[in-house]
């Protein structure tokens, strides 16, 4: 299951009653933030905990000493990365295998607080004055923001920057980028961006988060997958020394031009952080049994219910610990890829949901730690729940006739077995909704009218999923269904994965707290179809869905993107181009003992990388001084 953590997305294509009776002027969400005045930081609806003069925020350790070495795995990625390997060093771009963190080697206009759910402050950027049409926005650059090489970080690369991403960058990127129409240098410290309107009033919330790369960098090169040479940087690392496809070091800049600024006190304090690439579990815990992996997330129930009886846990040298999970949307699913002609009918979708067992897997692989997973947005308030409100109504009833009649009662849940592995009465109800689907049974399978097998391929790329669904493709042959597992390498996944070639594929995602319509674009949007490396994983292509999320994008207060994401849910649920899997409510951190951190973990993220630091007395105590 790969997890990622996502930056932006794009906007809609206006639609029929629904689109005219939600869609409001770009700005009309931002209409508590003034025009015209320079502003310290953004919000969705216009609130900020932190003023103008704040210190530092409030979750960081401004004391936290700064040395040593933190070797970890982390567990979620973005764009092009991937935890198994990696063959350029461009994170940017759709193409190629990126190694986790580069990200961390870019400073952006503004970088969010991960103790509100959407506020963002300036970084290179001490402020940002909006336009009165609320399309453009100023933002004045720090004089002292340099890159790596000592060279000024201007105006003139943050606005290539942006032309750059909107032209050739990873669609976590460009997406957001649809409607900027110029970014223009005013002169060496002055940025304009100019939208055409048609933006999402929130956009710019994605868009400021994104990284400023140097135009003299790559202008001498090229801006491909190709790159094994170490783009110039900004930020408080840089790319040391690396392995391609094995590991990479990121070294701590000692003359950081931010180091003081109140978005970056009291993080960013470890001198080295290093990532190893396993492609093997048991590889990586072994690694991490022998003190060389020093903090981990461990996804497989087995090993975190037997597997930590090692000596240094007996010792005391390895905490296990379990940390709340943030307050986001968080979706892990299997996509059924509706580009191939035999999944677009939703009876066939919901025939094989209904093959999955949740209650035995959870039993015989999980030991009764997952919860199974319902919605789009789990862990939420944006998760549907019963029939729809009045106001839910109000965005779905235009659609009527577009959208799945379950969508209009109770909130589409997946079915609940006997737990037996083979729970006849459910897998009787499946090979009905095939026949009714056209799919006829010939033999041990069933086929169309040209007499065709109705086949599914799931695509792994872990030996744990091989186990984790062998029990799912028995029960789909057991209704006639040609099923498999395809397990393929890291960089052979990355690509059927960005290129769609696929029957089946699981993915978990997190969303951000106040979700954009960019966001949700890339998931679910008709135009993100046909992007490759989009998370558009099972070809949603619905008019009605593209009017839900302009809903989305459209919401005024919190109160209304509640409501709309909640229609938006239903309806997805309803079609079920996502099969929900499981969720768990908390990280399950393992780590060598000898770091401090915040007593008081945000809400909103939990980069450990950022805000943890080496204990000297903790370390020493353990043999690792």
């Keep these: 299951m790969r997890r990622q953590t996502l930056l932006p997305r794009r906007d809609f294509l206006a639609l029929g009653a629904a689109a005219t009776a939600a869609v409001l002027l770009p700005g009309r969400a931002f209409a508590q933030t003034p025009t015209g005045v320079k502003l310290h930081g953004l919000s969705a609806f216009g609130d900020l905990k932190y003023r103008p003069d704040f210190a530092h925020f409030d979750y960081v350790n401004v004391d936290a000493p700064q040395g040593g070495t933190f070797n970890f795995q982390p567990f979620n990625w ?63 650059l ?154 981990r997330e461990e996804s497989v129930s087995r090993v975190w219910a037997t597997g930590y009886d090692f000596p240094a846990v007996t010792a005391g040298k ?124 010939s033999g041990a399978f069933v086929v169309n009218d040209k007499g065709g097998r109705l086949s599914a391929e799931i695509l792994v790329d872990d030996d744990a999923f091989v186990q984790i669904y062998s029990p799912w493709v028995d029960n789909m042959k057991a209704v006639g269904i040609d099923a498999s597992i395809r397990l393929v390498d890291a960089a052979q996944y990355q690509l059927r994965q960005n290129t769609f070639d696929y029957d089946m594929i699981s993915a978990a995602f997190s969303f951000s707290a106040t979700p954009t319509r960019d966001d949700l674009e890339t998931f679910f949007h008709s135009r993100s179809a046909s992007v490759s490396g989009s998370r558009n994983l099972p070809g949603i292509a619905s008019p009605a869905i593209d009017a839900l999320i302009d809903a989305v994008g459209a919401a005024k207060d919190r109160e209304g993107l509640t409501v709309a994401m909640r229609a938006l849910d239903r309806a997805l649920r309803a079609r079920r181009d996502w099969i929900p899997s499981w969720y768990l409510a908390n990280h399950r951190s393992a780590y060598w003992d000898m770091f401090g951190f915040p007593e008081q973990k945000p809400d909103f993220g939990f980069p450990v990388e950022a805000l943890w630091w080496v204990d000297k007395g903790k370390a020493a105590k353990i043999g690792k001084g």
């Design 78 to 140: 973005v764009a092009n990365q991937t935890p198994l390997t990696f063959s350029t060093l461009n994170s940017f771009v759709p193409k190629g295998d990126a190694p986790q963190r580069t990200e961390m080697c870019f400073d952006a206009l503004m970088v969010r607080a991960l103790d509100e759910p959407d506020a963002v402050y300036g970084l290179i950027a001490d402020g940002v004055t909006i336009s009165d049409d609320r399309n453009g926005f100023t933002f004045s």
């Design 318 to 441: 390895v905490v296990k610990h379990e940390f709340p999970a943030e307050k986001v949307p968080s979706m892990q699913a299997t996509a059924v890829n509706q580009r191939r002609e035999q999944f677009r009918d939703s009876r066939v979708r919901q025939a094989i949901a209904l093959c999955f067992d949740f209650e035995w897997t959870r039993r015989n692989f999980f030991y009764g730690s997952y919860e199974r997973s319902q919605s789009c947005f789990e862990k939420s308030d944006f998760r549907a729940e019963g029939v729809p409100s009045p106001q839910e109504l109000t965005l779905l009833e235009p659609l009527r006739d577009q959208i799945p009649p379950e969508t209009f009662g109770e909130a589409v849940t997946q079915a609940v077995s006997n737990g037996s592995g083979r729970d006849r009465q459910l897998l009787g109800k499946a090979a009905k909704l095939l026949a009714e689907a056209g799919w006829k049974r």
């Design 142 to 295: 720090r004089p002292q923001a340099r890159f790596h090489d000592g060279t000024p970080l201007t105006a003139e690369d943050a606005a290539f920057t942006f032309k750059l991403l909107k032209d050739k960058g990873h669609p976590d990127y460009s997406l957001s980028l649809t409607h900027l129409e110029d970014a223009v240098a005013v002169d060496a410290h002055t940025l304009e961006l100019k939208f055409s309107g048609k933006q999402a009033s929130r956009t710019i919330l994605n868009v400021v988060q994104m990284p400023i790369l140097s135009k003299a960098f790559y202008t001498a090169n090229p801006f491909d997958s190709s790159q094994m040479n170490p783009p110039l940087g900004s930020s408080a690392y840089k790319i040391g020394r690396w392995s391609a496809g094995a590991w990479i070091e990121y070294e701590r800049v000692a003359d950081y031009w931010g180091n003081d600024l109140p978005v970056n006190r009291g993080q960013n304090n470890f001198q080295r952080i290093r990532i190893e690439s396993y492609q093997n579990r048991n590889a990586a815990f072994e690694a991490f049994k022998k003190g060389e992996i020093l903090y």
